[in-house]
């Protein structure tokens, strides 16, 4: 095997099906449009396959290629015109969906994007401190304080719509 082929069979080992269904699920959240999903995520893969060899920790893969993605898609945004924002795209409100799913979607929609897209990573994709940091290019201490920001913001707008079973303020957990 020449040298040339070890990145991309090392790139595709690291990939695992966990950690490009993660970087879907990041894709959509940012694009919450399917085809730009796709492509956003095409041109994150195979960026990060060109850069693999430049990968200092291998453990890092995941947050590394979360922060491709998210520098990929604001690349993209500077090359365009200013797109509307498409927050009822953005949640599903079908019947199936209980009044607390229903309450969470829209308090998110309220929160600033970046209040959103830290409680998205962190909640639906489970990066832990470190990650996040690496995939927003701040300290740790800077994104648990941007975390416990934006879990006081959400809090506050769940218990404005006062939706906890009669209870009147959001969990603690939040």
């Given at each position: 095997m020449q040298a040339s082929d070890?990145?991309?069979?090392?790139?595709?080992?690291?990939?695992?099906?966990?950690?490009?269904?993660?970087?879907?699920?990041?894709?959509?959240?940012?694009?919450?449009?399917?085809?730009d999903s796709e492509d956003l995520l095409q041109d994150s893969l195979a960026h990060a396959m060109r850069k693999f060899a430049q990968l200092r920790d291998p453990?890092?893969?995941?947050?590394?290629?979360?922060?491709?993605?998210?520098?990929?898609?604001?690349?993209?945004?500077?090359?365009?015109?200013?797109?509307?924002e498409l927050a009822e795209d953005r949640i599903s409100t079908g019947e199936d969906c209980s009044i607390l799913?229903?309450?969470?979607?829209?308090?998110m929609q309220q929160l600033p994007?970046?209040?959103r897209e830290l409680l998205t990573l962190f909640y639906i994709e489970d990066l832990q401190l470190t990650e996040l940091a690496t995939v927003?290019?701040?300290s740790v201490s800077m994104v648990s304080q941007r975390l416990?920001?934006?879990r006081r913001s959400l809090r506050r707008?769940?218990?404005?719509?006062a939706i906890y079973c009669g209870a009147g303020s959001a969990p603690e957990e939040l």
């Open positions: 070890a990145a991309p069979a090392a790139f595709e080992e690291a990939l695992t099906p966990e950690i490009y269904s993660a970087a879907w699920r990041y894709c959509f959240y940012l694009c919450a449009r399917r085809e453990g890092g893969f995941r947050a590394w290629l979360m922060a491709i993605v998210r520098t990929r898609f604001i690349s993209g945004l500077r090359r365009r015109r200013p797109v509307e799913s229903d309450a969470l979607a829209v308090a994007e970046p209040q927003l290019g701040l416990f920001r934006a707008l769940l218990d404005a719509q």
